[in-house]
């Protein structure tokens, strides 16, 4: 079974994340796979909408743990770092529809996106501290831009959860719309940019997006070089064995003692 599948109505391209009993958690393939598929449909003039999903009752639960521990990204050219790329190089209208668990980089994965839709079972949450990581995917500068330093470290530092409703009243997400219209609604908007003028709608998109173009990707080599020293650590090697164990990190086993004299 592929675990991206594609498909195209008209100028629409949908993009499904199709890992349902896992939650759509992606694996260091699926990060290649997705940006090969967004590098194409930038290049494909066919191409006017990018829609995006999950397969099951999650949109994307964040990196597959046991592929993750086996090709942790380092601070160069990963897997994860070319998707980032190919999204701050999307000029194209990118759609998200999102329902159920949007976790990690589930979550910011979506403030790349033009148009968020979420169910109202939507559940997002950006737990990389809460596994001894930093934030990636460039959401360490464009949540505290979006929403302001105080609420940003609620959900940074903190890694708190919040529903839809939250996401809403924070501005990270278009709109919230029951779970059964979620697609239809998403679809519908495809379609309404799928019909205007494609060159003027690219360049309106590029101009948004040009003020803080270079802020972002900044930011996201910052991360990634910060990420690939923290996952490397003992505290992370602590809060991943954790997880995987079903059991509550404890971080007090890597405090390293004071040295004496």
Known sequence: MDEIVTERAGSILRIQLNRPKRRNAMTSAMYVALSDILKNAAKDEHTRVVLWHGAGDSFC???????????????????????MNALIDFDKPLIAAVQGAAIGGGTTMLLHCDFVYAGESA???MPFINLALVPEFGSSSIVPARIGHIRGSELIL????????????????????????????????????????????????????????????????AENEEFSAQVRSADAKEALTAFLEKRAPDFTRTIKSPATV
């Open 61 to 83: 639960a964040g990196n597959d743990i046991e592929d993750f521990l086996k090709n942790p990204p380092g601070p160069g050219e990963s897997p994860q770092a070319q998707l």
């Open 158 to 221: 903190l890694g708190s959860p919040y529903d839809a409703s939250r996401a809403l009243e924070l501005g990270l997400v278009t709109q919230v719309v029951p779970d059964q219209d979620l697609l239809s609604i998403a679809i519908a908007t495809a379609q309404k940019l799928a019909a205007k003028p494609a060159g003027a709608l690219q360049a309106s998109k590029r101009l948004m997006k040009q003020p803080f173009r270079q802020q972002i990707a900044a930011a996201m080599k």
């Open 123 to 125: 559940k997002f949450q």
